[in-house]
């Protein structure tokens, strides 16, 4: 029976039932949870199919109530390989980010696993990370550091796992690893050049003197944009460097002005930490116009819908009609608005 449609007793029966747990919040969501699973049932879903979803439900709910005592603390994702062993320069490097970000108020978030992820985690202390492992025959425990306070969550699915690699962070810092590596990054990639996912900072960091991600680059430059797969600019939001110094300003100077966006309909907005001055938004305009779909960058009060549900009201913020087709390209707006002379001076965190 598929796309059978739940009758609507069936679907008041759900909501009682949501009344009589106690649940007030979020009801239209967690009914639509419920229904759906009724749904699975009626279109008579195979059992391996309710397996895999009841799993990834499962893993969700775990992983979110995992990261959700951290729900105001900046995160960053360090991904690379298990393989690295602590003697590779490579290991020091991502153990040395780790330790920067987290004396400045970041926790590290890693797979759990060996190699980097160790790395990561003895840089950062187990009290400033955070893992979420991947149930591997060869992998069944997460590193020691993690381990310690017991700061991770397992998951069976990667596509679960990497979610909340990604989800909850306000910066990513990889360096050389495998494939798993290379589809984190590219993973990364997609869901900023779609506008899938918030522009966030991204540092492909390696030991000094390294080429691994020159190397990456030149395939880059050469064959996807060479070859008109990819536009000539999208490599340009990643900082590719071999000092942790760099690779640590990067993360926190992101947000150094920038603080958060939100669409609100058709039009953009940009919260900052300072106001910009009417010199500062008209530069902008005369630099950015290309990339609105029509009209200017405006400062503006906080929009109606923005003033009935949102907590950050109280920030300056930019207005405009940013063409959808360019949203990959609004990681240049965000750089440029930390380099204004209003913006803060020094790094910050994210929100």
């Known amino acids: 029976m598929p796309d059978s449609v739940v009758p609507p007793e069936v679907t008041e029966d759900v909501r009682a039932l949501i009344a009589d747990a106690g649940i007030t919040e979020n009801v239209d969501l967690i009914a639509r949870i419920l229904v759906t699973g009724v ?74 696993g060996p190699g980097i992820m160790q790395a990561a985690a003895e840089g950062a202390g187990s009290h400033r990370s955070l893992g979420v492992s991947i149930r591997l025959p060869f992998e069944e425990r997460p590193n020691t550091v993690i381990a310690e ?8 699915y990667f596509f679960t796992r990497k979610l909340m690699l990604v989800k909850e962070s306000h910066g990513f810092v990889c360096v050389p690893g495998g494939f798993g590596t290379l589809d984190e990054l590219f ?10 996912a918030e522009p966030t900072p991204i540092v492909l960091l390696d030991k000094p003197g390294g080429s691994f991600w020159q190397g990456l680059q030149r395939f880059v430059d050469e064959e996807l944009a060479g070859s008109g797969l990819i536009s000539p600019g999208d490599f340009d939001r990643l900082l590719l460097t071999d000092s942790v110094e ?33 010199a500062e938004v008209e530069a902008l305009n005369e630099r950015f116009g290309t990339l609105l779909a029509s009209g200017t960058i405006e400062r503006t009060a906080p929009l109606r819908q923005e003033a009935d549900d949102d907590a950050r009201v109280h920030l300056p913020r930019l ?32 929100a």
């Open 187 to 196: 993973e990364l990639l997609t869901l900023q050049q779609t506008g899938k």
């Open 246 to 278: 760099a690779a640590a300003q990067e993360i926190t100077g992101f947000w150094r002005n920038y603080d958060s966006l939100r669409w609100v309909g058709d039009r953009l907005v940009l919260r900052l930490k300072a106001e910009p001055t009417d």
């Open 149 to 156: 306070n017991a700061r991770n969550v397992a998951m069976k």
């Open 319 to 350: 207005v405009m009609r940013f063409d959808h087709f360019k949203v990959g390209s609004l990681y240049l707006l965000i750089r440029a608005l930390n380099d204004l002379p209003s913006a803060p001076k020094g790094p910050a965190r994210a």
């Open 39 to 112: 749904g699975l049932g009626l279109d008579e879903a195979s059992r391996l199919d309710l397996k895999i979803t009841t799993a990834a439900l499962s893993e969700m709910r775990a992983a979110f109530e995992h990261f959700a005592p951290y729900a105001g603390v900046p995160k960053v994702t360090i991904f690379g390989s298990a393989r690295t062993r602590p003697d590779d320069p490579v290991y020091r490097a991502a153990a040395d980010v780790a330790e920067a970000l987290a004396e400045s108020g970041w926790l590290v978030v890693t797979g759990a």
